[in-house]
């Protein structure tokens, strides 16, 4: 029964039902404490951290993290790549534990995770399990902005994904790689991007859906195709509204916000970088936040506001204990340099 409920879980998350889903994981934590299966328990904390990470409940989500952690054993459940969800379950602790990490602000620590994770799936020799790691470390990457690094992971995986994926996987690999040779001003970036975009949609797939779009929206963006980009994030916003896939929601609005600039529509630009960063303090999505206010901050210096932009950006990296090597820290310490000289 308990595969049954988690698969019809993973189901109704890839449909986009979100309210089923979340019934599906009651079902489960009904059925674990009637049972003395450590497994059992396990895989309802497997489908609630799933759930709760989409729907951008990233606290709520930790003790569901924890408590997988606590509960696997490789030994007692290697089998369980095989009946639920096609991968493993310890594996998928560590690497949505990095993307967490990441997106609360901890980067390095997300990293960290993220290699522990590889590791195990590496080790266990299921390739579906390390199919289904590669793909999230390859969006880690993404959401770190490091193109370099998505490129390597997804030159792993396709091979992978040709043999053990789905095409809803194959697809997306097709328009990460196409994002990160966009990012590097790569000429058939965007080409392979819109393929791998024509074929996602093709699938039906509604998983990851606000996500996906907002990869092509961000590759539009910098091909400098403004109004493709704004169809694809008013898409995205409508798709997270429909569904309550709403992990990246900050990052729709402040993606919005960067479009709407490049229309010179300076007011729409303020009011989404605002929006982006109320959303994401809302959600302790420290990262977004950063990014938003960094955007937003530069926004208000080439208006000449600029103790407006320090007193907005300082406090916000002030928080930031680590990650001082990626782009995003990077680019917020270079403007508040000039904005305190």
Known sequence: MCPILFNSCLGAI?????????????????????DDDPGFKLQAHHAAWDVLLAAGELREAERHIEAGFSLYRRESHGWHARAYGGHDPGVCCHILEACRQAILGYPDLAVGQMTNGLALARDLTHPPTLAHSLTLAAELRQVRCEPLAVEEIITELVPLVSQYGSPVRIAHAAMLRGWARTAQGKDDGLVQLQGGLVSWRATGSMFNAPYRLAVAADAYRMAGIVQEGLHLVTEAMQVATRTGFRMIEAELHRLHGELALRSNDQNT???????????ARAQSARLFELRAATRLSHHWRDQGRKVEALDLLAPIYGWFSEGFDTIDLKDAKALLDELSA
Do not use: S, W
């Open 14 to 34: 890839t449909r986009g039902d979100f309210p089923a889903g979340r019934r599906l994981v009651e079902e489960l934590f009904d059925l674990a404490r009637g």
């Open 269 to 279: 630009a303020e009011i989404c970088f605002k929006q982006a960063i109320a959303i």
